[in-house]
């Protein structure tokens, strides 16, 4: 039996709605949060392309360690909205070291024509100086 997961109807439900999906394992389950979307990567180049934006969501689904979020700030005009939330992803990964990733992220969501709000810009890192890749 698939698993369904649904997508928020206000934008504060948008944080919630990453994390459950994130800490499900699953990278179908996040897929339909990003549709039309763009994932600022950590060295700041900008990806649309789904394909990748699943492959780099994936490569932090496969540590196998949760996601914790929570928004600070969300700012709403008509159908966008932008959160800035803190993250951090932290435990011990799959060869055995240990990883801590954190950041304020700067998101930009929008309500689409079906009432739900997924991404439209996703800058986990926010303000962030970038690392080169």
């Given amino acids: ?17 990453l994390v ?6 699953k990278i179908s389950a996040m897929k339909s949060l990003y549709e039309g979307a763009v994932l600022v990567a950590d060295d700041g180049r900008t990806v649309t392309d ?7 969501l994936e490569r932090d689904i496969n540590l196998g360690l949760p996601l ?3 928004a600070r700030h969300v700012f709403v005009t008509g159908d966008t909205a932008q959160i800035v939330a803190d993250w ?5 990964g799959p060869d055995g070291k240990h990883v801590h990733v954190e950041g304020t992220a700067s998101d930009t969501v929008r309500r689409g024509a079906d009432g739900h709000w997924r991404y439209l810009i996703d800058n986990r890192l926010g303000t962030a100086v970038r690392k080169a890749a």
């Fill in 20 to 25: 459950e999906r994130f800490n499900s394992g």
């Fill in 50 to 56: 789904p394909d990748e934006i699943a492959a780099a």
């Fill in 88 to 92: 951090s992803i932290d435990g011990t």
């Fill in 68 to 70: 914790e979020a929570n």
């Fill in 1 to 17: 039996m698939s698993e369904s997961y649904s997508l928020p109807t206000e934008p504060e439900g948008v944080i919630p709605s």
